[in-house]
């Protein structure tokens, strides 16, 4: 009886947290990488809630970007939330260089490690809120046995590797999927969507509590508009 209660009001919270404002998570993969500070400033100035930061290694997939001296230099001028996406195998060997530069958060790829459960224990034994992923053709079910060990699920909505693709109708409905499982399992974990989120997909982003956006938010004339445009449709 008592679990019942603690259920429905569980259920009745995740209704309320999702009924709130999308918060918005620029991609800066998108941004103008010889200004890249300036560009974080111009996002924090814009509305952004937190940052999303595309680590590929080339390996994982066919694209190289950015690591820790990066992300070190971001953490000194700017207050928001570093979340870290990381596209690369055997993330393992790199959470801890992660952490200690300042990511907020470190999302894995299931399909980069053999362990999954060890890998997102050894992010938050780091103190660094453990986020997990998949691409759009990995079945959504493979992520509900770690949920529990989440801070944060992120569904791609493209191919993971590069900015500006066009998100992928088919892999949407994992949001509600995931959703209904949290819900089933009393997990509160906020869903992030990554993947050609623009004010003509938004509409089918309804059940995610973080969108991330890179080109969308990046090519507009103004960043503030862009993302006021996110939050409140
Ligand atoms: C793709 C990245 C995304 C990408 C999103 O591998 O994970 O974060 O930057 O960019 P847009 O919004 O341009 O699809
Ligand atoms: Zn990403």
């Given at each position: 009886?008592?679990?019942?209660?603690t259920?429905?009001?569980?259920?009745?919270m995740?209704?309320?947290?999702?009924?709130?404002?999308?918060?918005v998570a620029?991609?800066i993969?998108s941004?103008?990488?010889?200004?890249?500070?300036?560009e974080?400033?111009?996002m924090e100035q814009?509305?952004?809630?937190?940052?999303h930061?595309?680590?590929?290694?080339g390996h994982f997939?066919?694209?190289?970007?950015i690591?820790?001296?990066?992300?070190k230099?971001?953490k000194?001028?700017t207050?928001?939330p570093?979340d870290v996406?990381l596209?690369?195998n055997?993330?393992?060997?790199?959470?801890?260089?992660?952490?200690s530069?300042g990511?907020?958060?470190i999302?894995v790829?299931?399909?980069s490690?053999?362990?999954t459960?060890k890998?997102?224990?050894q992010i938050?034994?780091t103190?660094?809120?453990?986020?997990?992923t998949?691409k759009?053709?990995?079945?959504v079910e493979?992520?509900?046995?770690?949920?529990h060990?989440l801070?944060?699920?992120?569904?791609m909505t493209?191919?993971?590797g590069?900015g500006?693709?066009?998100l992928?109708p088919?892999?949407?409905?994992?949001i509600?999927?995931?959703?209904?499982?949290?819900?089933?399992?009393?997990?509160?974990?906020?869903?992030?969507v990554?993947g050609g989120?623009?004010d003509?997909?938004l509409?089918l982003l309804?059940?995610?509590?973080?969108?991330v956006?890179g080109?969308?938010?990046?090519?507009?004339?103004?960043?503030?508009?862009?993302?006021s445009i996110l939050k409140?449709?």
């Amino acid at each position: 009886m008592l679990k019942d209660v603690t259920d429905r009001i569980k259920c009745f919270m995740n209704t309320m947290f999702h009924s709130n404002k999308k918060l918005v998570a620029p991609s800066i993969l998108s941004a103008d990488f010889s200004r890249l500070g300036e560009e974080v400033k111009a996002m924090e100035q814009a509305g952004a809630d937190r940052l999303h930061i595309d680590v590929m290694d080339g390996h994982f997939v066919p694209n190289l970007t950015i690591g820790v001296p990066v992300i070190k230099s971001l953490k000194k001028i700017t207050k928001l939330p570093l979340d870290v996406h990381l596209m690369v195998n055997e993330p393992e060997s790199m959470i801890s260089s992660f952490a200690s530069v300042g990511a907020d958060s470190i999302t894995v790829h299931l399909e980069s490690t053999k362990d999954t459960g060890k890998v997102l224990e050894q992010i938050r034994y780091t103190n660094v809120q453990a986020g997990l992923t998949l691409k759009p053709e990995t079945p959504v079910e493979k992520l509900f046995p770690f949920l529990h060990q989440l801070d944060l699920v992120l569904i791609m909505t493209v191919e993971p590797g590069f900015g500006g693709q066009s998100l992928l109708p088919e892999a949407v409905a994992k949001i509600s999927q995931v959703r209904k499982e949290l819900d089933r399992q009393s997990l509160t974990v906020p869903i992030h969507v990554d993947g050609g989120v623009n004010d003509e997909t938004l509409p089918l982003l309804s059940s995610a509590d973080v969108l991330v956006s890179g080109h969308f938010i990046f090519k507009h004339q103004s960043y503030k508009e862009a993302i006021s445009i996110l939050k409140t449709q």
